[in-house]
């Protein structure tokens, strides 16, 4: 019985060895081919798959320190591509990656970043002033949770300049049923929302008229037509 156990004990040992080996080999040929499977990626602008094999590369323990600024690189090309193409949430998130990493030109990301925030920060107040207030405020969450405490206090100030023009503008409508013009036009003057402001263009024009009359009955009052 103990040959053959020796013979299966030394049996498993080489095949655990060889296992051990062809993995081995695996990795150093990784080693070796995903280099230029980067530097081909980079070359064809495919960023995706520069950043997919920046990953693969620098899981590779025994790598030097090219893998870490080679990721960089995938990352920063695939950052610009996205804000080119219009998805300014992903390039952000992507920018943010960027920083945190610690590699590459960290001044010049920090500066990417910044401007890029301050441009989406920029298209959300654009966006509120047509009076796409949610449209604004799903811009700007993504940003919350990786960027200062200006990102929520624009969002808190956004909300309540169209709350207090929402309520002002329901305010307005209870003034005008009750013909109680100049309290209109008080509440007129008080919207501050370019939206809101338009919407009120044709209530401004009958509280303006309404006025009107009321000042010229007023003066005819005063000054009575004299008959001969």
Not at 51 to 78: F, H, N, V, Y
């Amino acid at each position: 019985m103990a040959a053959p156990r020796q013979l299966l004990l030394r049996l498993w040992g080489l095949g655990t060895l060889g296992l051990v080996l062809a993995i081995a080999a695996g990795a150093y040929w990784w080693e070796k081919e995903l280099p230029e499977r980067l530097q081909n990626a980079l070359n064809s602008n495919d960023y995706e798959a520069c950043i997919r094999t920046s990953e693969q590369l620098a899981a590779l323990r025994w790598l030097g320190d090219g893998a870490p600024e080679e990721q960089a690189l995938c990352r920063q090309k695939r950052a610009e591509q996205l804000w080119t193409q219009g998805d300014p949430i992903a390039a952000l998130a992507l920018q943010q990656q960027l920083v945190a990493s610690g590699h590459g030109d960290l001044d010049g990301h920090r500066e990417t970043l910044e401007l890029w925030r301050k441009d989406v920060m920029n298209q959300a107040v654009a966006l509120f002033r047509q009076g796409e207030l949610q449209k604004a405020l799903e811009l700007l969450e993504p940003l919350k949770g990786h960027s200062r405490s200006s990102i929520s206090q624009l969002s808190a100030t956004l909300m309540e300049i169209w709350n207090r023009n929402q309520l002002e503008q329901r305010r307005l409508v209870q003034l005008v049923e009750q013909q109680r013009w100049w309290e209109a036009l008080d509440s007129l003057n008080r919207l501050d929302h370019p939206w809101w402001q338009q919407q009120a263009l044709a209530t401004r024009e009958q509280v303006e008229n309404a006025i009107q009359a009321l000042d010229e009955a007023q003066e005819h009052q005063q000054h009575p037509a004299v008959h001969a």
